[in-house]
């Protein structure tokens, strides 16, 4: 029987980092992939195929509607979803590949199958063909990751009612695609489809989009995707049943007052979150305990009940990011060879990949009120920005909230052009306890985008913004 000294159970961006850094840090390390491929969801099903169709979408939307104006003319553009459903699929492959040259590089052994407890220090896996394998290990990091949540009542027959998987493989262009909840999830994939050309319908439940970020957010994101490809949103809407035909799918909905609608599509995505993947793992057998929704209980070094198990990512509590369980991957394993890491989960960033994007860090207007804290905010326009306008991206606006005694930044929230990769500012800002008016002396490049995160820094300080 091989021994280990780590093995980490799924393959998703939390589980093949825990492999790679107990690896760097000389641990003999085995990785458990119930899939053939490595990954995860994200990899495979998520993140980086959400983001492949995001992109080239979002060129054709450009083309379609942008070019003109900027002095380019195309004769019979036309979108091939097969094709771009292919290249989505070569993004994956290549991208996988890559983590399967880092378990080499990395001499982690990979066991392909299905791995559950015997016990706390013994692991069984039942490979595809029914064969099975028994491994010991001295530690192990369950990081098996989540799959998507449905509603009572509803059947995901995966061929007219479906979930995000499904979504992403689509090989027609759907008619009226009808989304259930207005999380990032069904935001991103609704985009995907109404740039081709797609009628899309988002039925929530709340009364706002994107419900968990700043309000302002979900506002203006709201009204940009509404003006530009036309979504119908139904919010403060609960769904009583969804029916579908060979080519129809019916969703049945009462509003606040209790009026019925219902809404006829061609497909209708369920996209009310997700939900922590623990089966077939015989927790039990471990001794490890789960709460009542399924996930598994850790302590503040996201270790079990049982002493040598740990858990990160999706299967624990907080938000289920790909981001948040590379750095419990990174925090288990160097706590396991003796370290003192730490993670400040109020600044893990929030990211819908929509267009504009929306990227979020730290506290909310709301959670500041309801804290009874005392703040300071300031905002600054993209329409006010040379760059935005160079790039035709008028659209959104970045916000700073900063302590009003001693202008500490505690919040970051912008949605615009490339505000995923402009919010690693406000972490980096906010990780070293920056106030709004270190931001707003910082040089910032001209032309950037990331001007208007020092126009709002100078906004929220002085109240004084150079370009507005």
Avoid at 251 to 275: H, Q
Avoid at 282 to 293: C, E, H, I, Q, T
Avoid at 296 to 308: K, S, Y
Wanted: some cysteine.
């Amino acid at each position: 029987m091989e021994k280990f000294d780590v093995t980490v159970i799924g393959s998703g961006p939390g589980g093949y980092v825990a492999a790679i850094r107990c690896a760097q840090l000389g641990m003999k390390t085995a990785l458990i992939e119930k899939y053939a491929s490595l990954g995860g969801t994200c990899l495979n099903v998520g993140c980086i195929p959400s983001k492949a169709l995001l992109d080239t979408t979002e060129h054709y939307h450009k083309a379609l509607h942008d070019f003109e104006e900027h002095g380019i003319e195309l004769k019979s553009l036309k979108a091939n979803l097969p094709k771009m459903i292919e290249r989505k699929r070569g993004v994956v492959k290549q991208t996988v590949a890559g983590i399967d040259y880092l378990m080499k590089k990395n001499k982690i052994t990979v066991y392909t199958g299905t791995g559950s407890f015997s016990d706390k220090t013994h692991i069984d896996i039942v490979k595809a063909d029914g064969s099975k394998e028994q491994i010991e290990s001295v530690k192990t990091i369950i990081a098996t990751g989540s799959k998507p949540s449905s509603l009572p009542g509803i059947e995901i027959d995966k061929k007219r009612v479906i979930t995000s998987t499904e979504a992403l493989e689509l090989q027609e262009i759907p008619k009226h695609l009808i989304i259930i909840g207005g999380g990032v999830i069904g935001l991103e994939l609704g985009s995907v489809y109404a740039r081709l050309g797609a009628k899309v319908s988002v039925v929530e439940f709340m009364d706002s989009i994107i419900a968990t970020m700043d309000r302002g957010l979900g506002k203006e994101l709201q009204r940009v995707l509404k003006k530009e490809l036309g979504f119908e949103f139904y919010l403060k809407h609960k769904v009583t049943g969804v029916s579908a035909k060979a080519k129809e799918v019916t969703v049945a909905a009462d509003n606040a007052n209790g009026e019925k609608i219902e809404l006829k599509g061609d497909y209708c995505l369920v996209s009310v979150g997700r939900k922590p993947y623990t089966e077939n793992l015989s927790l039990d057998k471990a001794g490890v305990k789960v709460d009542s929704r399924g996930r598994i209980e850790t302590d503040e070094h996201l270790r079990t009940n049982v002493e040598n198990i740990y858990a990160i990512g999706d299967v624990i509590k907080g938000a289920m990011l790909a981001h948040k369980a590379e750095e419990e991957a990174v925090f288990v394993a160097e706590s396991l060879a003796g370290q003192k890491p730490h993670i400040n989960y109020n600044l893990i960033p929030g990211v819908v990949y929509t267009w504009p994007e929306v990227a979020s860090v730290g506290y909310t207007e709301e959670q500041l009120k309801e804290q009874g804290k005392k703040y300071k905010v300031g905002s600054f326009p993209f329409k006010a920005s040379g760059r935005a306008r160079a790039s035709m991206d008028t659209d959104g606006f970045v916000k700073i909230l900063a302590d009003e005694a001693t202008d500490e930044i505690l919040g970051v929230h912008m949605i615009g052009p490339r505000a995923a990769d402009m919010i690693a500012e406000g972490v980096v800002a906010m990780e070293y306890r920056a106030s709004a008016e270190d931001i707003a002396r910082m040089s910032h490049a001209h032309p950037t985008f990331t001007e208007n995160m020092k126009e709002a820094a100078l906004d929220a300080t002085a109240k004084r913004p150079i370009h507005l």
